[in-house]
């Protein structure tokens, strides 16, 4: 005679796996588009640092020539 609870856990078990497969797929893609999204997001600050450096390049240029007016 085959134990029922046995039966039961493993199809517990068999249900567990599956879901845990499933976790694992979707933090696998998770992942993906967060690499996708670091990757977009590392031209974003370069273009950020270029542009800041070169608010400094020209504040300078605008205080070593005097032509630095003060804001509106």
């Known amino acids: 005679m085959e134990n029922p609870h046995e039966e039961q856990q493993n199809a517990l078990m068999a249900r567990i796996v599956m879901n845990v497969e499933k976790l694992n ?3 696998m893609e998770f992942n993906r588009c967060i690499q996708e ?4 997001n590392m031209n ?4 950020s640092q270029i542009w800041a450096n070169y608010g400094r390049n020209v504040r300078f240029h605008l205080e070593g020539t005097n032509h630095l007016e003060k804001p509106l």
Do not use: P
């Open 25 to 27: 797929e979707a933090i």
């Open 37 to 40: 999204i670091n990757m977009a």
């Open 44 to 47: 974003l600050e370069l273009i």
